[in-house]
T-cell receptor, first 118, second 111 residues
Framework: GAVVSQHPSRVICKSGTSVKIECRSL??????MFWYRQFPKKSLMLMAT?????????EQGVEKDKFLINHASLTLSTLTVTSAHPEDSSFYIC??????????????FGPGTRLTVL | EDKVVQSPLSLVVHEGDTVTLNCSYE??????LLWYKQEKKAPTFLFML????IEKKSGRLSSILDKKELSSILNITATQTGDSAIYLC???????????FGAGTTVTVRA
């Protein structure tokens, strides 16, 4: 149980275009999902916390208008990188807060999306 | 601001060796410390520690938390090449679901 999927797993786009990444909790409802960014050989940096039905909470230094987050249902959150530039190239990982029966600290990670902006 | 520091940043060992990874934290209203293993994709959960001095074990991996020293260690005994990965430590504080990650320790196990 507690599986999180991400789509697509890999995307290459041209500079200036927008890219949407989906994160789904497959077998549980996730009221809270998280979006992380990871640079090569670096740790995960939390970008934003996404709550179902409300606006996302962004970490300091993360541009809200650049990284649009929508958490429209209890099983789906999307991250849209708008007007992507080469510096946005990175590995984006989502996670979902586990089922209510589990620990609030427990998060289940998706497999990640490798974004390359040319 | 919450801070998690891991050491060493990387290490190379031979199969059969024992590895000890360190994680220290400065977190407001600390709640839990978590260890993850990351191979090519997303991190997979290893342990969550909330109580000091109680060792958690899973096969050849074990971990313990020291709240007095604000630290934790992750041990891997009889290492195998499949243990090669980045090991991430994360802590939660006031927001019990917000994970602050360390930079990770890259472990390479040579045959």
């Amino acid at each position: 149980g507690a599986v999180v999927s991400q789509h697509p797993s890999r995307v290459i786009c041209k500079s200036g275009t927008s890219v949407k990444i989906e994160c789904r909790s497959l077998d549980f409802q996730a009221t809270t999902m998280f979006w992380y960014r990871q640079f090569p050989k670096k740790s995960l940096m939390l970008m934003a916390t996404s709550n179902e039905g409300s606006k996302a909470t962004y970490e300091q230094g993360v541009e809200k208008d650049k990284f649009l987050i929508n958490h429209a249902s209890l099983t789906l959150s999307t991250l849209t990188v708008t007007s992507a530039h080469p510096e946005d190239s990175s590995f984006y990982i989502c996670s979902a807060r586990g089922p209510p029966s589990g620990s609030p600290s427990e998060q289940f990670f998706g497999p990640g999306t490798r974004l390359t902006v040319l | 601001e919450d801070k998690v520091v891991q050491s060493p940043l990387s290490l190379v060992v031979h199969e059969g060796d024992t590895v000890t990874l360190n994680c220290s934290y400065e977190v407001t209203n600390f709640r839990s410390l978590l260890w993850y293993k990351q191979e090519k994709k997303a991190p997979t959960f290893l342990f969550m520690l909330t109580s000091s001095g109680i060792e958690k074990k899973s096969g050849r991996l074990s971990s313990i938390l020291d709240k007095k020293e604000l630290s934790s260690i992750l041990n891997i005994t009889a290492t195998q090449t499949g243990d090669s990965a980045i090991y991430l430590c994360a802590a939660t504080g006031s927001n019990d679901y917000k994970l602050s990650f360390g930079a990770g320790t890259t472990v390479t196990v040579r045959a």
